[in-house]
């Protein structure tokens, strides 16, 4: 349905509380080219392959512009995927970077309508924009079939919160515990959990720093394209690979997981 989506709840582009709607057109103008997204989403294609290598449907709540569901639609040809957002604006770029069909739903992501919908629902730095994060993992956990399961990643490390987090409208950052009880509750195993953006970890402490001395930066800032972008994409192209080769990490910018809804 290039240029629509089916919507479960009212029009909500009005600024809500979890994400400032206005981020949605630089977002769409500068994912392709920063190293994060490119990071990110290898790891997540990689885990996909790994963990779900049977999985024919994919699911992924706050997909916001479709950047990461377009690479996974695109690699992976074969599963159906799905996205939803509470944001019309975010739909709408969605809808003009996936293929044609593809279902988009205007769904506030802390109250998930499915149950035993999908072999894989994906919550990609999305949940920490949720207030009530546990109901939203809790609605994952039904949406998914009995043998499916959860891919998740969110910014790491409360103790790193900064004017970044506040200006992208974070709930919280979080401790690789305190996600997993999380998780946990919700009724997943965890099978796969590692802190990515370790590499660069001493860089974004240097710039949290100077978050906290000169608030007021724009946090996609630390995204756009440019010479130190490219330097730190080496870096991070580096770790993934290490990942994928079988290194974990205990510390990181970013913490990724993936979890199984375990079959009675």
Not at 90 to 115: H, M, N
Not at 218 to 242: L, V
Request: aromatic share 12%; with cysteine.
């Amino acid at each position: 349905m290039r240029g629509g989506f089916l919507s479960f709840v009212p029009g909500s582009d009005g600024g809500g509380e979890g994400f400032d709607p206005g981020v949605f057109e630089t977002l769409a103008r500068i994912e392709s080219g920063s190293f994060w997204f490119a990071a990110r989403n290898r790891l997540i294609k990689w885990a996909l392959a790994k963990y779900f290598p049977d999985a024919k449907t994919l699911f992924e709540a706050g997909c916001g512009t479709g950047f990461a569901l377009t690479e996974i639609q695109k690699s992976f040809p074969a599963i159906e995927v799905s996205g939803a957002d509470l944001f019309t604006r975010g739909l709408e770029f969605a809808a003009g970077r996936l293929f044609p069909g593809t279902e988009l739903y205007q769904i506030d992501a802390a109250r998930i309508p499915f149950k035993d919908e999908f072999d894989v629902v994906c919550s990609l730095d999305s949940l920490e924009h949720i207030k009530d994060d546990e109901g939203a993992l809790r609605g994952m956990f039904e949406a998914v079939r009995p043998g499916g399961g959860l891919l998740c990643s969110v910014p790491q490390h409360p103790w790193l919160w900064s004017d970044f987090d506040a200006q992208s409208r974070h709930e919280r950052r979080y401790a690789a515990r305190d996600l997993k009880q999380k998780v946990e509750r919700a009724g997943f195993s965890i099978v796969f959990s590692t802190s990515f953006m370790t590499l660069l970890f001493p860089a974004m402490l240097a710039s949290r720093i100077v978050w906290k001395l000169k608030p007021g930066r724009e946090a996609t800032s630390e995204f756009k394209p440019g010479f130190i972008n490219a330097a730190m994409g080496a870096a991070a192209a580096a770790e993934a690979r290490a990942i994928i080769a079988g290194a974990r990490f205990p510390f990181g910018g970013s913490l990724l997981v993936v979890a199984k809804k375990t079959i009675p």
